[in-house]
């Protein structure tokens, strides 16, 4: 019962994952190749202000997540001007640029080495050392996630958003500043990312570099892809699936050096397959020109 709650929980943290990269990749149509690392800035953050400073993982929960939405103002400034192949490639620098960070900077973030013993969350004292504990905040965060974007897309923020998706120069004639409409949204995106990180470092309570790989980045996207770009519920069901269908191995009997690259074939097979008979996803309505 305990594994099936803690699966449930990592699904729970990619949910959040999925929907925030989701508003940036499939409600404004703009190819982001480097999410997760927004999500390692929470985390190490969070885990960071706890070890050294003693502070309440709330605070660093809050504090991550601010944090990773001004990274998402640096990142999102220059890079809302380039467009398409130049874009990705921008958000992917980044996402190599803070891992090779958390990697190389060992004074600070201990390195491949990773930080150990983060504590958990509590309330009024109470600590959460139960795996359903931490599946209702997950859950909260979840909800929190979901009423955010959803508000957002039924805006006229939204409705802006999706005009940039479909023809930028379209929305510019109509005199919408849509550079700056890119780069709330990746403040907002980064910003839930950094709680998706921060919350997976004080679940798991050990963190290191290879949590934040650009290879995760590519989980994410994939499990925006496999659910459908510009759906919330697309993003809900990706990750679920993509959480779960990998963990199936370990009934398997199979070792982890081949139950971790057999995890890739499957995602990269799945792909495939989507791109083949429906490229807009599970419940998309909108695919990448």
Request: aromatic share 12%; charged share 10%; proline share 4%.
């Amino acid at each position: 019962m305990e594994y099936l709650l803690h699966i449930f929980v990592i699904a729970g943290i990619y949910i959040i994952l999925t929907l925030s990269l989701n508003l940036i990749v499939g409600f404004t149509g703009l190819p982001a190749l480097g999410h997760a690392a927004f999500s390692c800035i929470g985390a190490y953050t969070s885990s960071l202000l706890a070890l050294n400073l003693g502070l309440s993982p709330w605070i660093g929960l809050v504090t991550g997540a601010c944090l990773a939405g001004i990274s998402g103002v640096i990142i999102g400034y220059p890079a809302v001007r380039l467009k398409g192949d130049y874009l990705a490639l921008a958000t992917f620098g980044l996402g190599v640029i803070v891992y090779s960070i958390a990697k190389n900077w060992v004074s600070l973030t201990r390195g491949p080495m990773g930080l150990p013993g983060i504590p958990g969350f509590s309330v009024f004292g109470y600590e959460f050392s139960e795996i359903w504990q931490y599946l209702i905040l997950v859950a909260f965060w979840v909800f929190i996630t979901i009423f955010v974007i959803n508000r957002i897309n039924n805006s006229p923020f939204g409705r802006i958003l999706r005009s940039i998706r479909e023809d930028e120069i379209a929305s510019q004639a109509l005199g919408k500043d849509t550079n700056r409409h890119k780069l709330i949204v990746f403040i907002i995106g980064a910003f839930f990312a950094g709680i998706g990180g921060s919350l997976y470092a004080h679940y798991i309570t050990f963190i290191d570099p290879s949590s934040f790989t650009v290879m995760e980045s590519l989980t994410i996207l994939l499990m925006v892809i496999f659910g459908g770009m510009g759906s919330i519920q697309g993003s809900i069901v990706g990750a679920i699936i993509l959480v779960i269908v990998p963990e199936l191995l370990r009934f398997f009997g199979m070792p982890s050096s081949i139950a971790a690259p057999m995890r890739q074939m499957i995602y990269g097979l799945l792909l495939v397959l989507l791109m083949i008979k429906r490229p807009q996803g599970i419940m998309g309505r909108y695919r990448f020109k």
